[in-house]
């Protein structure tokens, strides 16, 4: 074999030895990125408990059981809020990586500022990362995932996005339980109803009682038992609007609107729904006080805020601030019913 051949030969050996050993590292390479940047968890159907916990020491706990996801093993969450969050972690995608000279910063800022996320599934942990700030163009959020064999995170931030949705991402892992908690205050399909009662404590005498004999068959009368004539069609109407009641904010108990009002405030209406299997739901209604630039933008000088109202609910254990919007068509006087003449 001449010499020419055996160097032409020893090159493509060399050749083919380097382009196999860039081709492995290419793939090892190009795995760990994979499992570095594999943020979405597509099985939301099999979550059934998400924990976040952000710098500033709040936590939450949310848990899949029959009767719908709870809060801090407290209260039932708001549809809405798990809805987004569980799309989201569908969703969520690399949108890049993180440039070199910007790791360092990315890093520096989300070991002071970013939530943490656990995602768990029949009771074990399938994924875990830390949500960080948006980009500077609002278009990405910073993320970095967290190797669940070994507890440690991965060294490499990523900019992260849901395809289609122009924003950042960082707001829907919330840690404050005040978002995450249902606004629900009233919630009855017309059957469940036995008896409403409603007791105006600015005007007294308007205030009435109705009886749900059944679904046919009703009664209205005052709180002194007399009997009054109604009209058919609005009484059903009226029941009817009591399904799915909401308030506009729920209130922390730790605010100082709340230890006043449950202090001295007086009510000045007092609903009492009381079920067929006898249980009570009382809410009780404040006046909010008016807002200056409210009047001078009605030109009334009203007296109280004509727009929303204070609500304590649940039998006394939690406050919102509900709009009239909503609730005005609940406290009616007994004269809304009387028969059209």
Same mark, same amino acid.
């Given at each position: 074999?001449?010499?020419?051949?055996?160097?032409?030969?020893? *090159?493509? *050996?060399?050749?083919?030895?380097?382009?196999?050993?860039?081709?492995?590292?290419?793939?090892?390479?190009?795995?760990?990125?994979?499992?570095?940047? @594999?943020?979405?968890?597509?099985?939301?159907?099999?979550? /059934?408990?998400?924990?976040?916990?952000?710098?500033?020491?709040?936590?939450?706990?949310?848990?899949?059981?029959?009767?719908?996801?709870?809060?801090?093993?407290?209260?039932?969450?708001? !549809?809405?809020?798990?809805?987004?969050?569980?799309?989201?972690?569908?969703?969520?995608?690399?949108?890049? !990586?993180?440039?070199?000279?910007?790791?360092?910063?990315? &890093?520096?800022?989300?070991?002071?500022?970013?939530?943490?996320?656990?995602?768990?599934?029949?009771?074990?942990?399938?994924?875990?990362?830390?949500?960080?700030?948006?980009?500077?163009?609002?278009?990405?959020?910073?993320?970095?995932?967290?190797?669940?064999?070994?507890?440690?995170?991965?060294?490499?931030?990523?900019?992260?996005?849901? !395809?289609?949705? /122009?924003?950042?991402?960082?707001?829907?892992?919330?840690?404050? @339980? *005040?978002?995450?908690?249902?606004?629900?205050?009233?919630?009855?399909?017309?059957?469940?109803?036995?008896?409403?009662?409603?007791?105006?404590?600015?005007? !007294?005498?308007?205030?009435?009682?109705?009886?749900?004999?059944?679904?046919?068959?009703?009664?209205?009368?005052?709180?002194?038992?007399?009997?009054?004539?109604?009209?058919?069609?609005?009484?059903?109407?009226?029941?009817?609007?009591?399904?799915?009641?909401?308030?506009?904010?729920?209130? /922390?108990?730790?605010?100082?609107?709340?230890?006043?009002?449950?202090?001295?405030?007086?009510?000045?209406?007092?609903?009492?729904?009381?079920?067929?299997?006898?249980?009570?739901?009382?809410?009780?209604?404040?006046?909010?006080?008016?807002?200056?630039?409210?009047?001078?933008?009605?030109?009334?000088?009203?007296?109280?805020?004509?727009?929303?109202?204070?609500?304590?609910?649940?039998?006394?254990?939690?406050?919102?601030?509900?709009?009239?919007?909503?609730?005005?068509? &609940?406290?009616?006087?007994?004269?809304?019913?009387?028969?059209?003449?």
């Amino acid at each position: 074999m001449k010499k020419s051949t055996i160097l032409i030969l020893s *090159i493509l *050996i060399a050749l083919a030895a380097l382009s196999i050993y860039i081709y492995k590292n290419k793939n090892k390479t190009s795995t760990i990125d994979k499992e570095a940047s @594999d943020f979405k968890y597509k099985d939301t159907a099999a979550i /059934d408990k998400i924990f976040l916990a952000d710098k500033n020491g709040r936590e939450i706990l949310v848990e899949r059981k029959p009767e719908g996801w709870i809060l801090n093993g407290k209260f039932h969450v708001r !549809p809405d809020v798990i809805e987004l969050l569980l799309y989201t972690i569908r969703s969520v995608e690399v949108k890049s !990586p993180v440039s070199k000279n910007g790791r360092n910063s990315v &890093i520096k800022i989300m070991a002071a500022k970013s939530t943490k996320i656990e995602i768990y599934s029949k009771g074990e942990k399938v994924k875990q990362y830390y949500v960080g700030h948006a980009t500077q163009d609002n278009t990405g959020t910073y993320m970095i995932l967290t190797n669940l064999k070994t507890g440690e995170n991965y060294e490499e931030p990523f900019i992260t996005h849901i !395809p289609g949705f /122009d924003g950042f991402l960082s707001t829907r892992y919330v840690t404050d @339980d *005040i978002d995450w908690r249902d606004r629900l205050i009233i919630n009855y399909r017309p059957p469940q109803i036995k008896q409403i009662k409603m007791e105006l404590h600015e005007v !007294p005498d308007s205030s009435f009682v109705i009886d749900l004999f059944s679904m046919q068959r009703f009664g209205l009368k005052t709180i002194k038992g007399k009997f009054i004539p109604f009209e058919e069609d609005k009484m059903k109407q009226y029941i009817a609007y009591f399904q799915n009641v909401n308030c506009e904010i729920v209130l /922390d108990k730790k605010d100082i609107l709340v230890d006043s009002l449950s202090k001295s405030g007086l009510p000045f209406a007092t609903l009492t729904i009381t079920d067929r299997n006898n249980g009570s739901n009382i809410c009780e209604f404040f006046h909010k006080d008016a807002i200056a630039e409210k009047n001078q933008e009605y030109g009334i000088n009203y007296k109280y805020d004509p727009d929303r109202l204070f609500v304590r609910y649940n039998n006394g254990k939690d406050y919102g601030v509900a709009q009239f919007y909503v609730f005005g068509k &609940i406290l009616q006087t007994y004269q809304y019913f009387l028969p059209r003449k």
